[in-house]
């Protein structure tokens, strides 16, 4: 899992005054997790690339590459 680490991970950023922005997915467990996200959060539209077929890998990467320039934007 990679959820909660991350907000340990960033408690102790916050604890050292630093800012944090939790980006995650629309539809991964963060989203469903939500509410415990104590700081900024910023919920982009991406999916998996790897093990995905040439066409749903290409349309995944578009939609990685528009999240990338959500999240520098914020």
């Known amino acids: 899992g990679h959820f909660f680490p991350a907000l340990s991970v960033m408690e ?4 050292k005054g630093c800012d944090v ?3 995650g997915a629309e539809n ?3 989203f ?3 509410d415990v996200i ?5 919920f982009v539209n991406v999916k998996g ?3 995905k077929g040439l066409f749903e890998a290409m349309k995944n ?3 990685m590459s ?3 320039t959500e999240v520098l934007s914020h």
């Not at 102790?12 to 604890?15: G, I, P």
């Not at 104590?38 to 910023?42: C, G, V, Y």
């Open 38 to 42: 104590d700081t900024d959060s910023l």
């Open 12 to 15: 102790k950023l916050k604890q």
């Open 21 to 23: 922005l939790y980006v």
């Open 49 to 51: 690339i790897r093990g």
């Open 66 to 68: 528009k999240a990338i």
């Open 61 to 63: 990467s578009f939609l």
């Open 28 to 30: 991964g467990i963060e």
């Open 32 to 34: 469903k997790l939500k």
